[in-house]
Every structure is written in C-alpha cells, then in structure tokens.
C-alpha cells in the first residue's frame, strides 16, 4: 500500500500557519540556532512529541552532534561516534532510511536518553547531492505515537533542516571567503607601502625597479635605502611562502634591515644579526633570500653580499652575461652561519639586473619554465639598454611566456646601470 501523501486538506490552519511559518524562517533568516529552534516548534504543531532533537554529522571526526534540542534533560550536544549500533539515530544516519519505533524497549539499539521515553520517530536529513548529513529525531512518552503519515512529515521538516543546514555553512564560507580576501586587500596595501615608489637619483648610475604581485601575496621586497655619506644600499630578497605570513615576514625583515644599516655595522655583522634575529622570529618555518649590495656612487662601486637569493646578471660590453656569485646561506635557518662581503667595481655601460624567483620560475602552458638560460639570452640581445627599458622589457617578456591559468609568484626586477 503507498504511504500517504500530505495535501493541504489533511491539514488544519493552525497547522499551515505553522508550516508557513517555518519555511518562511529558513528562507530569511541567516541565524542557524534560531531556525532549526523554530522547525522543531512547528513540527510539533503537526506532530506530537515529549522531546525533540536536530542531529548533524561531522564527517571529519564521523560523529553526530546534537544541534538543537527540545525536552531532554543531558546535553545532547556531545559528540556521539555515528555507527548503526550507536542507537536508532545512529542507524538511520547510516542506511538513509526513516523509521518508525512503535516500542523502544524492544529495538536492541535503542540507547536511553530519557527515562520516559516508550516510542520515537526518525528520520535522515538529505543535503544536496543525496548526502545524508544527519537526523531530526522525536520521542514520545506513549507507545505506538507515531505512524508511517507521521515520517512522511518529519521528512518534510528534514528538508527544511537540510536547507537551513547548508544555508549556513554557504554563508559561513561566504564570510571566511571575505574575510581572507579583505586580509589580502590589507597585506597587498602593506607590501605596496613598503616599496619605493620611484628610484633614488644617484651620482653615475641610472636606477629602476618593479614588482608584480601574483594574485596571493607573497613575500617579494626590494627597496633603496639611504646610507649617508652620499652611499646608498640596494637590497632585493624574498620570504618563503605566500599569504598574510609572508608579508608581515617581510616587513619584519625590512624593519631589521632598516634599524642595522642606520647603525652603520659592517655587511657581515649585519647578516649575522639578521640570520639570528629571522631564526628566533620564524622558528624555522619561514626564511628569507637576500641579496645587499651598499654603493659608492662616486667610486662606481659596491661591496655586496648575497645570502641565497638568486644571481644577479652583470651585462658588460665585449663579455658574455654573467651570474653574480651567491655567498652564502638564506637567513633564517640555521645559526651561526657566515657570509662572506665581496667588490663588484662597475665600468660606464655596465649594468646590474637583479630579480626574484618569479622571473626564472615563471612556467607556460606546457610547463617549461622561463629559466635562467632564457633570462640570459633576453638580456644579451639588448644593446646599451636604459635601466627603466631593460626592466619593462623583462616584465613583459616573462608575462607573456607564462599561461594564464599557471601558479604565479611575485615578479620582481631592479635593474642597476653605471653610467
């Protein structure tokens, strides 16, 4: 025999109200507590009980939780590990399936929660995709409460739940989705502020630098920094990683930069305070490539030192281009590690290209990378390039290689030219 069908004409008014009332609640309200609340009050306008309760399962920790709950006296928000001999809860969860128990003290896996209860009604909340994520629950205090008409009802209230159930957690996602991207917003904002905004004018070297940011911040910085005594400083470096934890690395180790060179320290001690300074702050997790150079202007000169970060270029007329030697370990893993300060002695027309990871790693649809190799053979094509030319025509080289749709990291390029 078919199971009846609930019509508007098997119900009475106050019974439409309530039902009316309850989709209307799950359709405006964003309030997870206060709608589950109100079906369970609706539902017993329809159909009678002595305790309620919403069920939800976790599928992280494969528990069943209760949400919301009318009439027991133990707190039904305690996790319960979901199998079929966890009750008939548990075993409605598991098979999908409704039931009707017209006699808990018979049904051996009916487990006790109220000392009163003789009979119980279930049946499974269905999201979307079929997925069962878990079960609204009554109880009666009289045997033989409920019948098949009832399930069919409790399954209409179940709907409810499951749309209020998802309903919340899109807008939970929503709102973490904001949130992430308004921190982004934030972090972009830092960074950005704490790159120059145009090159310093310096006696015989002519000076430009750009930095790209990928779509997930990342920890990408270079900056001019005012030495006094007519000497500038040069610095471009890298943080491992992406994200809000990358940025403020960042600008920890900007401000650090910042606070030694003012205290005029020789490179090497200055590295040496860095490393340990980065070691202490990140523990390990993150660490940061380097590469300093503090110029003489009038002697066409720098004094350098590169803590991992990629080679420089050196584009000098009559010779091949050639990578500037790395000197040492990235800052911030291990202690106690020394670097070593070389001389780098510019001639007019010599030019200086630094860049980042994002340059050499950048990859195409067919996932080659753009590479050293290539990098090189851009530049040497370029003949007596002015440094804001080179710079432009490397971004653009690289940003038309990549695929669209690949990973992409910060692009970052100084380009420094003695003239």
């Known amino acids: 025999m078919a199971e009846a069908v609930v019509t508007e004409t098997t119900l009475r008014e106050d019974q439409l109200r309530a039902l009316i009332t309850a989709f209307r609640l799950v359709s405006v309200s964003l309030d997870q507590t206060e709608v589950l609340r109100g079906i369970l009050k609706a539902a017993k306008k329809l159909i009678d009980y002595d305790a309620a309760a919403i069920f939800v399962f976790d599928p992280t920790t494969k528990t069943l939780r209760g949400q919301e709950s009318i009439g027991y006296d133990i707190d039904m928000s305690e996790p319960t590990i979901c199998c079929s001999e966890k009750g008939i809860i548990g075993r409605v969860m598991e098979t999908g399936v409704g039931e009707v128990v017209p006699d808990v003290s018979v049904d051996p896996d009916y487990i006790r929660a109220r000392a009163t209860t003789q009979s119980e009604l279930a049946a499974p909340i269905i999201g979307s995709g079929d997925r069962t994520i878990g079960v609204i ?23 409810m739940v499951a749309v209020a159930i998802e309903k919340a957690e899109l807008h939970k996602e929503l709102m973490e ?95 040496s305070r860095l490393n340990r300074l980065m070691l202490k702050t990140t523990e390990g997790r993150h660490f940061v490539t380097a590469f300093f150079a503090r110029f003489d202007p009038d002697e066409r000169r720098c004094f350098y ?13 009559g010779e091949p281009v050639k990578p500037v030697p790395r000197s040492g370990l990235p800052l911030g893993l291990f202690e106690d590690v020394l670097h070593s300060e070389d001389l780098l002695t510019f001639q007019p027309g010599d030019t200086l290209i630094l860049y980042t990871d994002g340059v050499t790693d950048a990859t195409n649809g067919q996932g080659q990378m753009f590479g050293l190799a290539r990098l090189i ?43």
């Open 377 to 419: 053979s851009l530049v040497s094509q370029q003949t007596d390039p002015e440094a804001p030319r080179l710079c432009e025509r490397i971004i653009e080289e690289v940003k038309a290689f990549s695929a669209p749709e690949s990973p992409s990291d910060d692009l970052t390029v100084v380009v420094i030219r003695a003239v």
């Open 305 to 317: 030192i590169n803590a991992g970060h990629n080679p420089p270029l050196l584009i000098r007329a």
């Open 137 to 159: 629950n009554l109880e009666s205090d009289r045997l033989q409460a409920y019948e098949r008409l009832d399930l069919q009802l409790l399954k209409m209230f179940a709907s």
């Open 177 to 271: 989705k904001r949130r992430l991207e308004y921190e982004l917003t934030v972090a972009s904002q830092l960074v950005e502020m704490l790159m120059p905004h145009r090159p310093p004018e310096v006696k015989n070297f002519d000076i430009c630098g750009r930095s790209i940011p990928s779509a997930a911040v990342g920890g990408d910085y270079f900056d001019f920094i005012d030495a006094g005594d007519g000497r500038w400083g040069l610095v471009i470096a890298d943080v491992s990683g992406k994200g809000i934890p990358a940025a403020l690395m960042m600008a920890t180790f900007r401000a650090y930069l910042h606070a030694m060179i003012s205290n005029d320290f020789s490179l090497r001690g200055v590295f």
